[in-house]
Each structure stands twice: as C-alpha cells, then as structure tokens.
C-alpha cells in the first residue's frame, strides 16, 4: 500500500486493502451505556424518563394518554419507532383495556406517518417479550415499528456489522411529527 492510501485510511494501522466505516456511536450501545441497572423504573429505565424531556430532546414523535412514540437510539432503519406504556410493565398480558387500545391506535398512527414521510414498502411490527426473546429493555414493554424497504437488507449488517442510516434522529423526529396523522 502507498503513502497516499495508508493516509487516506487516517492511521487505521497497517494497510490490508480494506476500506474501515467507523460508528463510534455504536459502542454506547455495545458497552451497554444507559441501560437500566435493575428492573424498577428507578433503576434508570430510559422508557421512564423521556416522557420528561421536551419531545426534541427525548425523540418523542407523538404522545397519547396512556402510550407514547418514540425513535430508537439504536436503530434497525432510519424511522424505526417504539411504542411505550407510560406506565412501567414489562408483560403485554400486565396493560389495562385502554393501554392496549391506545398502543394498537399509535401503532397504526406511526404505520401512517412512516408511510408518509418516508414511503416504505413493508414493516416489522412486534414486540420482545423477555431478555431471552431479545428485548434490551425487558422491564418496560414496548413495541417495535421498522419500516422496510425492497433492498434494504444489504452486506453492511452482515459483514460490517453496521446500519447505514441516511438521517439524523433529530431529522426523522421531525419529519415524522410534521407527518404524523390527526387523532382519529
């Protein structure tokens, strides 16, 4: 390798042909940064504290009585949505009647602004129950809206083990609040 591609890799040690995509952010996420201590809602459940934020900090789309959105911080793809009960339970069968209205009703909502804003062609809808199930934050139940597009499955996760994100989470917030519907 030459002096020019050896500096163009910005001393990523010795050169071996590859070009590196850094996502420093990611260690946050791998190092487990933020993530509750414990099971109780003091134990720093993040699901807890964003609704005190101003929606523009927490990432907070929409909000209901009972159920809020909100962007992940470790997205799948760009507009990936989580749909939270307010109230701190980890159990789907633990929400009462108007919980589970509300959260089906903002699900539906987020389903029609992604589409919107963002035209996706299909969508992953569902929930982790349960650490094992792969639920990140096991206490606090909440729901998952990934929009999906016809290749958007590519050799970034597999090989690099990286999600290629063309937005902002500030600027899809926005987007997504200035799309999302009226209450029906």
Request: net charge negative; glycine share 14%; with cysteine.
């Amino acid at each position: 390798m030459g002096g020019a591609e050896q500096e163009a890799q910005g001393g990523a040690g010795v050169g071996d042909g590859f070009q590196r995509l850094w996502t420093p952010h990611r260690m946050a996420y791998i190092k487990g940064e933020n993530k509750p201590t414990g099971s109780s809602p003091e134990d720093g459940c993040p699901f807890c504290h964003v609704p005190s934020q101003p929606d523009e900090e927490g990432l907070v789309v929409a909000r209901g009585k009972a159920v809020f959105a909100v962007l992940n911080l470790y997205p799948y793809n760009s507009g990936h949505l989580l749909v939270c009960p307010y109230r701190h339970v980890a159990d789907y069968t633990e929400l009462k009647g108007a919980e589970v209205a509300e959260l089906a009703a903002l699900t539906q909502a987020g389903i029609t602004a992604l589409r919107s804003a963002s035209g996706p062609q299909g969508f992953n809808v569902g929930m982790n129950l349960g650490s094992v199930a792969g639920a990140g934050i096991a206490a606090h139940l909440h729901q998952h809206i990934v929009p999906r597009w016809g290749g958007d499955t590519n050799f970034m996760p597999v090989v690099g083990q990286t999600r290629v994100l063309p937005q902002l989470l500030r600027q899809t917030r926005d987007l997504l609040a200035e799309h999302w519907p009226e209450s029906r």
